[in-house]
Nanobody, 131 residues
Framework: QLQVLESGGGLVQAGESLRLTCTVS?????????????MGWFRQAPEKEREGVSC????????NYADSVKGRFTISRDNDNNTLYLEMTNLKPEDTATYYC???????????????????WGQGTQVTVSS
C-alpha cells in the first residue's frame, strides 16, 4: 500500500518562509517508482473547499501553480529519494490551511491541479501564518 506523509508545517509570522516535505513509501513493494507519479500540493482552510496549490509532473520538468501562490511558492521533487517539496516564501495569513500532498499515477507531460486526479493522499500538515 502506498503511503504519503507530509511534514514541515508550523506557525510563522507573515513574510516568513516554510518548506513542506512529502515522502512516499511502499513503492518498491508494489514494483513502482516515485517517477511513475505526478505529485500535487493542496490546501484546505476552515470552512473552505480544498484547493490545488501546485503540481509537478513525473520528471519535475513541468509544474503549475495557483495564481494566489505564483512567485511565492516553489514545488520540486527528488525522484532518487521519493520526496516532494513545497518551498513557501513571503507567507501571508491567507495561506493558513492544512496542506496535503497527493500522488497520481502518470507519465504525462503535464500535471493536473484537480483533486479528483489524485489517488493517494497524506494526512496533512498544518500551516498557520500570523499577521
Amino acid at each position: 500500500q502506498l503511503q504519503v506523509l507530509e511534514s514541515g508545517g508550523g506557525l510563522v509570522q507573515a513574510g516568513e518562509s516554510l518548506r513542506l516535505t512529502c515522502t512516499v513509501s511502499g513503492l518498491s513493494e508494489l514494483g513502482l517508482n516515485f517517477d511513475d507519479y505526478a505529485m500535487g500540493w493542496f490546501r484546505q482552510a476552515p470552512e473552505k473547499e480544498r484547493e490545488g496549490v501546485s503540481c509537478i509532473n513525473w520528471s519535475g520538468g513541468r509544474a503549475n501553480y495557483a495564481d494566489s501562490v505564483k512567485g511565492r511558492f516553489t514545488i520540486s521533487r527528488d525522484n532518487d529519494n521519493n520526496t516532494l517539496y513545497l518551498e513557501m516564501t513571503n507567507l501571508k495569513p491567507e495561506d493558513t490551511a492544512t496542506y496535503y500532498c497527493a500522488a497520481a499515477p502518470s507519465n504525462g507531460l503535464e500535471c493536473d491541479s484537480e483533486a479528483d486526479y489524485y489517488d493517494y493522499w497524506g494526512q496533512g500538515t498544518q500551516v498557520t501564518v500570523s499577521s
